[in-house]
């Protein structure tokens, strides 16, 4: 969005978005803030109902496809979003990403807070919460939208006796605020970021924890609990560990049975669910439990006796699991204590290939251990769908930042697929994109590297590059207008494109050619580089049909000024660098490329310039050759004088003495 999109307050603490919403700084609502958003009374001119924002922290990293899929869609149960757009803070000098939601009718209406929470009845759970987030998840899982953040305080309360309203869940990445009590067993003991949005599957077990803690009136774990709880999880199977530990009202018994099932293909549908809120009770499909060894694993002191729960003490215990797979107590433990023979044979023929590095073979050991389970590598967990958000968070954080391009590199995603039960479409997708993020890690620098596969593999990040990171550029339409806004704010200098903005536009232009993004690695010459640069730049001005870009267009210049240098014709090069200063000034870039991107121009002057070489050297010889000879005939000419001259004296004095002899005899 061009600079003039975006409006100064009007007044104190008003902001607004031209022709579109209004945003009041001075009216916070703190009881409507998530974790990762502010939120903020608002207006709308696209809708004349009551609205409020949600300002998105720095930092955070919201659902972009779904935001722009939700925009003007309205959600039964849920929170239906008005418009969308980043919006300029000048108190804070940067942009950030905001939200206006329609506000629900009914007045004041707040977040219900989890500490406050008392047990409901119930007949009154499944009507004032159950309902409206199932017919709120049957219009997201309609749109390929999960929603991977439902709890007990992220519904709305409107007041009165009002059905409450299913909140938010596109400011933060899907599962990242959610406690691992409430995530599905596969999720639960994987880093949050790197959960992934998962699938609707993963909603339903979700509800199955809402309507438990409803009911309940307090959390599934006490504070500080919740890793003992995911043990007996890993160990027991969630339904069990839940109705060990809870004393679970008989009302919801077969419902919680139904929803918390660990095997996602048993658990309830949507359907199954409102057959059981409309008295159609379906029986819930059993819940089988892991297999249990007979005696325990012991990892770093952790009792293991399920194959998840030794993957998962095992990937904390990274450090110290080699030779422990290595060993013949586990390769025994799998065998004898849970017949996991199979298992056992792909385990310790994997263990036994040297040619691995430990940290691989672990990795993969673990995999095969708990399929459903996240890669885990040297400490660090994602599920696949989540690795993009990881390497976005981390990306400053050198060790997480190594292990990430790692699991790419070592094709640990194929490895994962290989060991499902059953493909999904999903997950053959991803196999594609995993692929594809191997083979651009590998490429390096200028585009080809950690960056770039971050913006693939992330497709809801805006470009972070220190000179646009402040203006929050999500859409390619925005890159060049905001690169001359910080042009005219002097902020881009060198070589005005960097990694960060060649992986944006390569991953969000996915028909720009990678050739082009190649010659701008570090080992082509220097003109072929900067052509390539003013080449994309170009490209990006016509196909957005962008104006004229005079601030930027001045920096492009600085740029191309030193590298004209390989024409070595004083008149062509003269002729060059009037042409790009002149179409600086028009701002197009297309005007700037004409007179630099003529491969044949440049191989005349090069070939001109070699020709002119060679025949300056060729003059050089005859000149030194006529230079040489021409001493030599000086020396030659005197020799022959000075030898002449001899001869003449010699000449000379025999006819004198001839002459006095003669004289002589006469006179005699």
């Given at each position: 969005?061009?600079?003039?999109d975006i409006s100064t307050p009007e007044s104190a603490g008003m902001i607004k978005k031209k022709g579109r919403f209004a945003i009041d700084l001075g009216h916070p609502l703190p009881e409507l803030d998530t974790r990762s958003a502010d939120a903020y009374a608002g207006s709308s001119e696209k809708d004349a109902s009551l609205a409020f924002a ?190 060990n530990r809870l004393k679970i009202p008989v009302e919801i018994e077969d419902a919680v049975r139904g929803l918390l099932n660990d095997d996602p293909k048993e658990r309830w549908s949507l359907r199954e669910l409102e057959d059981w809120i409309g008295g159609h009770a379906p029986k819930p499909k059993h819940s089988r439990a892991p297999g249990r ?345 005197h020799r022959i004088g000075e030898q002449a001259g001899a001869a003449v004296a010699g000449v000379v004095g025999s006819i004198i003495v001839v002459v006095v002899l003669f004289d002589a005899l006469v006179n005699s």
């Open positions: 969005m061009a600079e003039s949600m300002l998105c922290h720095v930092g955070a990293i919201p659902r972009w496809q779904a935001i722009r899929k939700m925009i003007g869609k309205d959600i039964d149960g849920g929170l239906t979003l008005i418009d969308a757009d980043r919006i300029s803070l000048p108190h804070e000098g940067r942009h950030r990403l905001a939200l206006i939601y329609k506000r629900p009718a009914g007045g004041d209406f707040f977040r219900l807070k989890r500490e406050t929470l008392s047990a409901l009845p119930p007949a009154v759970a499944i009507k004032r919460y159950l309902k409206p987030a199932v017919a709120a998840l049957k219009d997201l899982h309609a749109r390929d939208i999960t929603h991977r953040a439902i709890r007990v305080d992220n519904f709305l309360y409107p007041g009165g006796q009002a059905e409450m309203i299913l909140g938010d869940c596109l400011t933060a990445p899907p599962g990242s605020e959610q406690p691992r009590t409430l995530e599905p067993l596969p999720m639960a003991g994987t880093d949050p970021m790197g959960r992934g949005a998962g699938t609707p599957e993963d909603d339903l077990f979700a509800l199955g924890t809402l309507l438990l803690e409803l009911c309940l009136g307090h959390a599934l774990a006490p504070p500080g609990e919740d890793g003992k709880l995911l043990i007996d999880r890993f160990e027991f199977g969630t339904v069990n560990a839940y109705t060894a007979a005696r325990p694993l012991v990892v770093a002191g952790d009792h293991c006796y399920t194959r998840q729960g030794a993957a998962d003490a095992l990937g904390a215990a990274w450090q110290r699991a080699d030779p422990l797979i290595k060993s013949s107590d586990f390769d025994g433990w799998l065998r004898r204590g849970l017949s996991e023979v199979k298992t056992a044979k792909s385990i310790a023929e994997l263990m036994a290939d040297s040619k691995l590095r430990p940290a691989l073979r672990v990795s993969r050991a673990l995999i095969l251990l708990d399929p459903p389970g996240p890669i885990r590598f040297n400490g660090t967990t994602a599920h696949l769908g989540g690795v993009g958000a990881m390497m976005v968070a981390n990306r400053d954080r050198g060790e997480v930042r190594q292990a990430l391009a790692q699991i790419i590199d070592a094709r640990l995603a194929v490895h994962w697929i290989a060991a499902q039960d059953k493909a999904r479409d999903e997950t053959l997708s991803k196999h594609i994109a995993f692929d594809r993020a191997n083979m651009l890690l590998a490429g390096g620098d200028g585009g080809l590297g950690y960056e770039r596969v971050m913006y693939e593999l992330c497709p809801d990040i805006h470009c972070l590059s220190p000179v646009l990171e402040d203006q929050m550029i999500f859409d390619l339409a925005q890159f060049l207008p905001a690169l001359e806004n910080a042009a005219k704010n002097k902020r881009v200098r060198g070589e005005v494109i960097d990694n960060h903005m060649l992986g944006f536009i390569a991953a969000r232009h996915k028909s720009l050619s990678d050739s082009w993004i190649r010659s701008i690695n570090k080992d082509h010459d220097r003109y072929g580089q900067v052509v390539a640069v003013v080449r994309i730049l170009s490209y990006l001005q016509q196909h957005y049909t962008i104006g004229p870009l005079p601030n930027f267009c001045q920096r492009v210049e600085t740029l191309l000024r030193p590298v004209v240098t390989e024409f070595k014709n004083k008149m062509v090069r003269k002729r060059i660098l009037e042409t790009i200063e002149k179409a600086a000034k028009s701002g197009m870039l297309t005007k700037m490329l004409a007179p630099i991107d003529d491969p044949k121009a440049l191989v005349k002057d090069k070939k001109q310039y070699k020709e002119a070489v060679r025949d300056h050297a060729k003059a050089a010889r005859d000149i030194y050759i006529l230079r040489n000879n021409a001493d030599r005939i000086r020396e030659l000419s």
